[in-house]
């Protein structure tokens, strides 16, 4: 079983192997310096969430199949105790729990997000054609889509077309948390 680290060095390696990419391409294509790509493939470095969310989308990948090993055979049976695996939440940056890692067949992933007080997280687009699905199990939230900020409360759900520049951000004094369900288009 390898470290999340390792797990890390060993996509981004593998994937810039397969796209025929340089330091310096991914260094560009993704916004992460390419001193930090190099500690992180030499797993001298333990990369932090923005920055996994700056790689996964600049390369085209699932968040989750950066982060979590995949390759166990499709559709197992996953159960999650709502709080057990909860990892601590930072209180200055978002914060991730994966439900549902992604999954060829289905297409998509499913994650727990946490934004805590007076936190935004901007993402760049992701490629072309995902979209995600947001809904609001607690607490208050703006969607960045276009250069409108789009408020949401506990409930509230919202679809958006994530391949253009979007973000999250919570202007309340509470944590938010909220589901997103990301769709992959199918990759031939
Ligand atoms: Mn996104």
């Known amino acids: 079983m390898q470290s999340i680290n390792q797990h890390i060095a060993t996509v981004l390696k593998r994937e810039r192997k397969r796209k025929g990419w340089s330091l310096d ?31 996964a989308t600049g390369m085209s990948l699932s968040f989750t199949s950066l982060v979590t090993d995949t390759s166990d055979g ?35 992933e499913y994650m727990e997000l946490t934004l805590p007080a007076r936190v935004e997280h901007l993402s760049e ?7 995600e699905h947001v809904v609001v199990i607690k607490g208050k939230l ?6 409108e900020w789009i408020k949401l409360k506990k409930g509230d759900a919202l679809r958006f077309a ?11 004094q509470k944590p938010v948390i909220f589901h997103n369900v ?6 031939g």
């Open 162 to 172: 994530a391949d253009e520049p979007h973000g999250y951000r919570n202007t309340s």
């Open 125 to 131: 687009p992701h490629e072309s054609g995902v979209v």
């Open 74 to 108: 499709p559709l197992p049976i996953l159960l999650h105790e709502a709080g057990q695996s909860r990892a601590p939440m930072p209180e200055d940056s978002l914060g991730v729990e994966i439900l549902f890692p992604y999954d060829p067949l289905m297409g998509f």
């Open 182 to 187: 990301i769709r992959y288009p199918h990759k």
């Open 25 to 55: 391409t991914t260094a560009e294509a993704t916004g992460v310096s390419k001193a930090m790509l190099g500690q992180i493939e030499r797993e001298e470095s333990s990369p932090t969430i923005a920055t996994l969310w700056k790689i």
């Open 142 to 147: 703006e969607i960045l889509h276009g250069n």
